[in-house]
């Protein structure tokens, strides 16, 4: 897996200024979690213990264009519902890649304890119209380590009451965003920030044209076009980040990693 903190100090084009993008990390005293992002709406979570949890790994070259790497190592793995794109194929016959008797799998609303990592499970409904092969069902989850509560919406629908009150603070919030709004439409991403209130908002669940160098999956597109004209911004130049619960400041940045799938995984797309 890919491993680079630092920060790509760039313009991102259309007046979009790249700001600096780890909250925490070297020379610094405060517990850091580290955020990587592999592609689509897989990130991996590493506590300052060392505890590791993987989110919605995805299914290799079905709808979206590449491969999930090999030797992404995890101590346990939390699904937000069963789509190909979530649930590392499963849900089409594609072979699970960890050995599930010592890599626990976690699908359900719940709270679950990995060493130093809390997560809790948040029912939720699939964003229509969506998922009604399996009943719609969809778990937010909300990750708590070094004091960082991260929040993954999965592919949810709109933010309802009950949400709000199971998430409480959310200070990182990873959101499925793209140019088509295949998820959720502008209006419901404007909600769901204004009653959570996240310090960072991650998008994620776009087409990444660097590792699809073909056809884009059907109904997804890119996130450079939504960036264009807000911020600020902090443009990772790489594939993780650091991020201290006391360096996160009162006001929201967006954050956007590089895709952590490279053809090869030792080297930048």
Known sequence: MMRCNHCLLAALGGGLAAAGCGDGGAGSSEPVVT???????????????????????????????????????????????????????????QAFPWDSTTTPLHRDPGIYRVGDVTVTGIRGKHADPYGMEFGQINTLWLIEAAGVRIGHWGDNGPVTDAIVAAMGRVDILMLPIDEQYHIIDQPTIDEILARLSPKRLVPMHYALPQLE?????????????????????DAVGGASATFALASLGDSMRIVVFEPGACPQLATRC
């Open 35 to 93: 955020i990587e992002y592999i592609a689509h709406a897989a990130f991996r979570i590493t506590s300052p213990g060392g505890s590791r949890i993987l989110i919605d790994p995805y299914g290799s070259r079905v709808w979206i264009g590449y491969d999930f790497p090999d030797g992404i190592a995890t101590d346990a793995i939390f699904v937000s519902h069963p789509h190909y794109d979530h649930d590392a194929g499963v849900s089409r016959g």
């Open 213 to 233: 160098p073909g056809d884009l999956p059907s109904g997804l597109g890119p996130i450079e076009p939504w960036l264009s004209g807000r911020g600020p911004i």
